[in-house]
């Protein structure tokens, strides 16, 4: 193709400035994070030098790194397939003529446009021994009482749970938009036919549905990553490190410890997960889906 | 015997009752909150449903932190970002869209890297560009990271792709240039998408934590987030009732606006979604 010089200057004109900004906030901190992870943190009197993989040994060596990890991993596992399957119930349900559809629709989507703070605010007193409302219940039934926040056994569940419960309604919006897409001649024929509705669902729908399913995955797992803010509120990444996920051990290595070697090489091992991720995008998807 | 009628009929009764109990479950902890905030702590904690109706909640909250100030800045913040992004997101969504260039797909791949990995990850490397110049703890090195917005670029790109080329060649014939091409032409046929793009980044924004708890330290820069967490945890001689009034507070104005809009807003988000 012939690319007219006039043509390719506006062009660069017009991109430069998001292209910069994307660069200076995206590209280089990427490349920042690996280059400052063979370099020592800088101390008063004591500037930063190369050290190879002091930073990443010390990191293997460090327990707590192998519990956010661990713990990480759990996160999204707990939460994927979960958030995966209620937001395609809520989905189906809201997609059908339903009495009260919009109401249910408000209701599932509503977590979704809270800030996550506020929805780990509320969330904390349905935990909190003695008079949270979880307690008060299984006081009701004479159960026995239950710390579950401040409990290693059910801190990390309870995070998990307030995550579906903020991010179902938001992945919920993904299979609406999918559903209407399906022709309705389809359901109608099988249904001539004499399929049942779980054949329907099993055989046309969710077929029909798989890329927005691994669309939906793909970026749930994302957010397993990304999204802890609620860990600060509801546990501080305690009780023992119960609910430290990466992100929250990176927060606390760079900004409480103020020792950006060592964070340097988290962040690294963050991008690299992500960059599994982003290669397991690539192999389930057909390039075409995302470019066009 | 049962008819096909009637199992057809059951089943739509388990279907509608099964919905409706997700439904309340969702529902039940902003129930809940809302319920308690409106009440004194002391009624909260006894679960007395009978208790009567109180607003001093709110009062309290107000008063015993900056609350106008961090919504304020949330306010300028969110506005700031959403103009920005506006801009920056559109002249680069038009060059990668209807431009011809040398080195046009490379580049847009780059752009897309962020998708995947968001500002959020890279805390520790923007701090030090953000320190770098000098602009630690200020409301433009909240935005900063976010301003250009890989998920803007391509949703706007998608956008103006399927726009006719036609409307732009007589625009051309008319002896239009590219900047009124792009003003008089493809901005307006966008409009629904600025209008999903628009709610998606203000949501977005207005709940962002990590990065301003981060980068700012004092209350003229801390917004309504950050201002709620550092609230929340001061534990001493605040209760949860009060602390529910905040947090139902600083969600107000989202929660306001998605109850008023909810058609447009869940059709925005299905648009954003679709992409």
Not at chain 1, 25 to 54: A, C, K, N, Q
Not at chain 1, 261 to 272: N, T
Not at chain 2, 249 to 257: A, I, Q, T
Request: proline share 5%; hydrophobic share 55%; glycine share 6%.
């Amino acid at each position: 193709m012939n690319y007219k010089p006039q043509t390719t200057i506006t062009a660069w004109l017009l991109v430069m400035p998001a292209v910069a900004l994307l660069g200076m906030f995206t590209h280089v901190p990427m490349i920042g994070s690996v280059l400052h992870s063979f370099y020592s943190t800088e101390r008063p009197r004591r500037p930063s030098r190369f050290v190879g993989l002091d930073n990443y040994d010390s990191m293997l060596d460090d327990p707590i790194f192998w519990k956010a990890l661990i713990n990480n991993l759990i996160y999204a596992l707990g939460s994927v397939p979960f958030s995966i399957a209620l937001a395609l119930a809520m989905a189906l349900f809201v997609n059908e003529r339903i009495t009260g559809r919009g109401f249910l629709r408000l209701a599932y989507f509503t977590p979704t446009v809270m800030p996550m703070i506020a929805v780990a605010n509320i969330w904390i007193f349905f935990f909190t021994p003695d008079y949270g409302l979880i307690e008060q219940v299984s006081q009701f039934f004479h159960l026995p009482a239950h710390n579950w926040l401040g409990s290693t056994n059910t801190a990390l569940f309870c995070v998990t749970l307030v995550a579906v419960w903020k991010e179902a309604g938001f992945f919920m919006v993904f299979y609406l938009a999918a559903l209407q897409q399906i022709p309705n001649d389809l359901k109608e024929a099988a249904r001539l036919e004499g399929a049942s509705g779980w054949a329907i669902f099993s055989q046309i729908t969710f077929p029909l549905l798989m890329p927005t399913t691994l669309f939906i995955m793909i970026n749930a797992l994302i957010n397993a990553f990304r999204v802890v803010d609620h860990i600060f509120v509801m546990t501080g990444g305690g009780p023992n490190n119960a609910t430290t996920v990466l992100l929250f051990r990176l927060y606390e290595i760079g900004f409480k410890y103020f020792d950006h070697g060592q964070a340097s090489a988290l962040s690294v091992v963050l991008l690299a997960v992500l960059g599994m991720i982003a290669l397991g995008q690539f192999l389930l998807f057909d390039r075409k889906v995302h470019y066009q | 015997m049962i008819s096909s009628q009637q199992t057809g009929f059951i089943a739509r009764i388990i279907n509608t009752a099964a919905a409706w109990l997700l439904g309340l479950v969702w529902l039940l902890p902003l129930l809940f909150a809302a319920w308690a905030a409106f009440h004194t702590s002391a009624n909260t904690a006894k679960l007395d449903f009978m208790a009567p109706i109180t607003l001093s909640n709110f009062a309290t909250a107000w008063a015993s932190a900056p609350f106008a100030r961090y919504f304020l800045n949330t306010a300028l913040l969110v506005t700031g970002i959403l103009i920005a992004q506006f801009i920056l997101c559109t002249l680069a969504a038009f060059a990668f869209a209807r431009l011809p260039f040398r080195g046009r797909e490379a580049l847009f791949s780059l752009v897309l890297i962020q998708l995947i990995v968001a500002p959020d990850i890279l805390l520790v490397e923007n701090y030090r560009t953000i320190k770098w110049l000098g602009l630690v703890d200020t409301l433009p090195a909240i935005a900063l990271p976010y301003l250009a917005s890989a998920f803007g670029i391509f949703l706007l790109r998608q956008t103006f792709k399927t726009i006719p080329t036609e409307l732009e060649d007589a625009a051309r014939v008319e002896g239009c240039g590219w900047f009124n091409i792009l003003w008089r032409v493809y901005v307006p046929l966008a409009k629904p998408v600025y209008l999903a793009y628009g709610l998606v980044s203000v949501s977005w924004h207005w709940n962002n934590f990590l990065w301003p708890l981060i980068i700012t330290n004092s209350v003229e820069n801390r917004p309504l987030t950050v201002g709620l967490s550092v609230f929340a945890s001061l534990d001493q001689g605040i209760d949860w009732s009060i602390i529910t009034a905040a947090t139902l507070l600083s969600s107000s104005p989202l929660l306001l606006g998605f109850f008023l809009f909810q058609r447009q807003f869940v059709q925005s988000f299905i648009r954003a979604g679709i992409r």
